[in-house]
């Protein structure tokens, strides 16, 4: 919005206009959105899957200049995590949250919910578990229309149950 410059008290000092006044005219917005579900197939859990290549893409085309990027799962048993692609790192993780919470272990859930499942469901308690300690969305700044991680730094979709096809939303916005 434009304002004309208002004067404060008698010194006569030039403030601008209160910025929620409304002078009726419209300002253009350079504001952008785009979001895009980019489709995923994983092969087991968990896999860590890199997708940051997939993002970037996605940020290029929308023509962002500025703004951040969040990528977000839909699923309950698929996190998307910030972290280094050395291939044995991944695995190092890949045992870590298998010990951290074990797929073998015994779960209410895999008892309970899985126990009259006609979908072809395998038992997943331990998935949803692992899930819930990485989280579902990561956000990533997009500056001079790339993405801002450091120099390691991949954006992964972590596969936490088994082999399937699964979809990641990138919401992005700026301008």
Not at 111 to 124: I, L, Q, T
């Given at each position: 919005m434009k304002h004309?410059?208002a004067?404060?008290g008698p010194a006569?000092r030039?403030?601008?206009?209160d910025?929620?006044e409304?002078?009726?005219?419209k300002?253009e917005?350079?504001?952008?959105f785009?979001s895009r579900?980019?489709d ?15 993002v ?9 200049r500025n703004?951040f ?18 291939p044995h790192?991944?695995i190092?993780m890949?045992q870590?949250l ?10 209410a859930?895999n008892?309970y ?15 949803h ?10 956000s990533v ?6 993405l ?5 730094q ?5 596969e936490?149950?088994h082999?399937?096809d699964r ?6 916005i700026?301008?």
């Amino acid at each position: 919005m434009k304002h004309s410059p208002a004067v404060n008290g008698p010194a006569g000092r030039v403030r601008p206009a209160d910025p929620r006044e409304d002078t009726g005219e419209k300002e253009e917005s350079r504001m952008k959105f785009l979001s895009r579900t980019l489709d995923v197939r994983t092969e087991r859990g968990p896999q860590f899957i890199d997708i940051t290549d997939r993002v970037e893409k996605a940020a290029l085309e929308c023509g962002l200049r500025n703004g951040f990027a969040v990528v977000f799962s839909k699923h309950t048993t698929a996190a998307i995590r910030i972290n280094e692609a050395e291939p044995h790192l991944l695995i190092d993780m890949e045992q870590m949250l298998e010990k951290v919470v074990p797929a073998g272990d015994d779960y209410a859930h895999n008892k309970y919910a899985h126990a009259f499942s006609d979908n072809g469901e395998r038992p997943n308690g331990h998935s949803h578990c692992q899930q819930l300690l990485l989280g579902a969305s990561e956000s990533v700044p997009i500056i001079n229309g790339h993405l801002t991680l450091g120099p390691w730094q991949r954006l992964f979709l972590v596969e936490l149950d088994h082999g399937r096809d699964r979809e990641v939303v990138v919401h992005l916005i700026g301008e």
